[in-house]
């Protein structure tokens, strides 16, 4: 019997049952659970809340990610939940991130467990000819919702500095595959919500049965 791979799904959703990002993420795992080809490990950042780069943090990671150099005890507590967040990562074959855009972007605490996981040496490094991504293989999904719409190529998707950061730092760190599915318009009509949230989870569908 083949070992099922692994998924882990991270998420922000701070309203909870009104959010519609958890209506698609909600969606997408029962697809998942569906197909039963997957372990699924979650995390919510709400109640596991990542680090910010504070001073003293800073100082630790560069010390030891750029200079090479062991971490004293007190150094090490101070990375401590970045580096379990990172081995968390690490695990993953497949990883989900689902968010709303605050503010043309992505929420402060979506940030700092990227800055979290974006670690020299661990997901990226540097050789002769540049910088070099190390989770080759792996895939991502990025679940995203705006109050307006930021998918309409010729107006305002320059605008959504959201999915287009998220992915590329995927990227950045060798993921062979990542991809998004947008709902916008979530603060409109009655009508363009459910519209795309119903085309969100058409995308969601197809995605799961090739995960």
């Given at each position: 019997?083949s070992?099922?791979?692994?998924?882990?799904?991270?998420?922000?959703?701070?309203?909870?049952?009104?959010?519609?990002?958890?209506?698609?993420?909600?969606?997408f795992?029962?697809e998942?659970?569906?197909?039963?080809s997957?372990?699924?490990?979650?995390?919510?950042l709400?109640?596991?809340?990542?680090?910010?780069?504070?001073?003293?943090?800073?100082?630790?990671?560069?010390k030891r990610?750029?200079?090479?150099?062991?971490?004293?005890?007190?150094?090490?507590?101070?990375?401590?939940?970045?580096?379990?967040?990172?081995?968390?990562f690490?695990?993953?074959?497949?990883?989900?991130?689902?968010?709303?855009?605050?503010?043309?972007?992505?929420?402060?605490?979506?940030?700092?467990?990227?800055?979290?996981?974006?670690?020299?040496?661990?997901?990226?490094?540097?050789?002769?000819?540049g910088?070099?991504?190390?989770?080759?293989?792996?895939?991502?999904?990025?679940?995203?919702?705006?109050?307006g719409?930021?998918t309409?190529?010729?107006q305002?998707?320059?605008?959504?500095h959201?999915?287009?950061?998220?992915?590329?730092?995927?990227?950045?760190?060798?993921?062979?595959?990542?991809?998004?599915?947008?709902?916008?318009?979530?603060?409109?009509s009655?009508?363009?919500?459910?519209?795309?949230?119903?085309?969100?989870?058409?995308?969601?569908?197809?995605?799961?049965?090739?995960?």
């Amino acid at each position: 019997m083949s070992k099922k791979s692994q998924t882990l799904v991270v998420f922000y959703t701070p309203r909870y049952e009104q959010s519609s990002t958890k209506v698609l993420l909600d969606f997408f795992m029962k697809e998942l659970e569906t197909n039963g080809s997957e372990d699924v490990v979650t995390l919510d950042l709400l109640k596991d809340v990542p680090d910010f780069f504070t001073a003293e943090r800073v100082a630790a990671y560069g010390k030891r990610n750029y200079g090479g150099q062991t971490l004293s005890p007190e150094e090490a507590k101070t990375m401590q939940t970045m580096d379990r967040m990172l081995e968390q990562f690490m695990a993953a074959d497949k990883v989900v991130l689902a968010y709303p855009m605050y503010n043309f972007s992505m929420p402060a605490l979506v940030k700092a467990y990227m800055d979290s996981i974006l670690q020299k040496g661990k997901t990226f490094d540097y050789n002769e000819t540049g910088q070099v991504g190390l989770m080759k293989g792996k895939k991502a999904l990025v679940i995203n919702t705006s109050a307006g719409i930021y998918t309409d190529e010729l107006q305002n998707n320059w605008m959504d500095h959201s999915t287009t950061l998220a992915k590329y730092l995927f990227k950045y760190m060798g993921f062979a595959e990542a991809v998004s599915v947008s709902a916008g318009g979530m603060s409109q009509s009655p009508e363009l919500k459910q519209q795309s949230l119903a085309q969100a989870k058409q995308e969601l569908e197809r995605i799961a049965g090739t995960w």
